[in-house]
């Protein structure tokens, strides 16, 4: 994920107190919220899906643009179109699946991505 596009998530994610108080605190919380069946592994489709919810929740006007139309933005940043922020989600996903199989644990959850 570029940087823009996490800061931009991570103050908003943090800027609402229920959803602040609702974000995982372990990587084998992150693992139970992201594996919708239960396999206790994650797949690429799994963590996008997870990992677009933020930005769903600040696209306001729902047109798939993180823009001035959704809210305060810092000065000079840029909008941030769904399509990009997936791709970048795919491109971390990939980075944080050090052994390659195609779907991560929680011990790959918990690393920083190289």
């Known amino acids: 994920m570029s940087r823009p596009a996490y800061a931009l998530l991570a103050a908003f994610a943090l800027a609402g107190s229920s959803f602040a108080q609702d974000v995982p605190r372990t990587p084998a919380e992150y693992l139970r919220r992201m594996d919708e069946n239960g396999d206790g592994r994650i797949d690429e489709a799994e963590y996008v899906r997870y990992m677009s919810q933020g930005f769903l929740r600040m ?11 959704d809210g305060p933005m810092r000065p000079g940043a840029r909008p941030i179109h ?21 779907v991560l644990d929680a011990r790959e959850l918990s690393q920083p991505p190289q």
């Open 59 to 69: 696209d306001v006007n729902g047109d798939g643009v993180l823009d001035a139309n």
């Open 82 to 102: 769904l399509d990009e922020f997936q791709r970048n989600l795919i491109h971390q996903f990939h980075k944080l699946d050090r052994n390659h199989d195609g």
